[in-house]
């Protein structure tokens, strides 16, 4: 049973450019949020997908979007990038509904490094 | 912002002994879950505890819950090596966003 995956596992990029990274849930699961953890900080909330629509959004910027497909996978994409955009980016996925346990599975993550 | 506050932000403790890690947090919750990670990987899911419970026990872990206090308790009995990383409490209201502290970094000297 595979679990989250990401890619890539570690991205250069430099100001002003565009970033998309991509995730693919555990089997069987339907909601994919991204979370995004600045070094010695803990994970904040970027957006949440459920049924290929942004269900909830954190207080980020509108240079980050996403998009969920039919397969459930999804991806963030980052424009116009700034130094502060480096960090681990966090891809979590769950199960909505009423077999919902409420957990969240993370992947191993994408190093960003902008310069 | 971040909801959670862990406490203390390190610590530092010989193999064999127990490990005691506190969350805060400010608002109700639905349930609280603690999260390990190595080295800036990704995150590993260690136990949910729902609001309406009080203790929660998986294998060396022991979480407790206090919702008066809006707090939370994490024990690691009889430490490891491999147990050394960074701990992270995330508070949620349902299968919505979770919300993180800024975790604790637990050493385990041998």
């Known amino acids: 049973d595979a679990g989250v995956t990401q890619s890539p596992t570690h991205l250069i990029k430099t100001r002003g450019q565009q970033v998309t990274l991509r995730c693919s849930p555990k089997?069987?699961?339907?909601?994919v949020s991204w979370y995004q953890q600045a070094l010695g900080q803990g994970p904040q909330f970027i957006f949440q997908?459920?049924?290929?629509?942004?269900?909830q959004r954190g207080n980020f910027p509108d240079r980050f979007s996403g998009h969920q497909f039919p397969n459930y996978s999804s991806e963030l994409n980052v424009n116009a990038l700034l130094l502060g955009d480096s960090a681990l980016y966090l891809c979590?996925?769950?199960?909505?509904?009423?077999?919902?346990?409420?957990?969240?599975?993370f992947g191993p993550g994408t190093r960003l490094t902008v310069l | 912002s971040q909801q959670g506050e862990e406490d203390p932000q390190a610590l530092s403790i010989q193999e064999g002994e127990n490990a005691t890690m506190n969350c805060s947090y400010k608002?109700?919750?639905?349930?609280l879950q603690w999260y390990r990670q190595n080295s800036g990987r990704g995150l590993v899911h260690l136990i949910l505890i729902r609001s309406n419970e009080r203790e929660k026990h998986s294998g060396r872990l022991r979480v407790t819950l206090d919702t008066s206090k809006k707090s939370s308790s994490l024990l690691i009995t009889a430490s490891r090596a491999a147990d050394t990383a960074s701990y992270f409490c995330?508070?949620?209201?349902?299968?919505?966003?979770?919300?993180f502290g800024q975790g604790t970094r637990l050493t385990i000297n041998p």
């Open positions: 089997s069987g699961h339907d909601t």
């Open positions: 997908y459920y049924e290929e629509e942004e269900r």
């Open positions: 995330a508070t949620s209201q349902g299968a919505q966003k979770l919300v």
């Open positions: 608002t109700s919750i639905n349930n």
């Open positions: 979590a996925s769950s199960l909505a509904g009423f077999l919902s346990t409420d957990t969240q599975y």
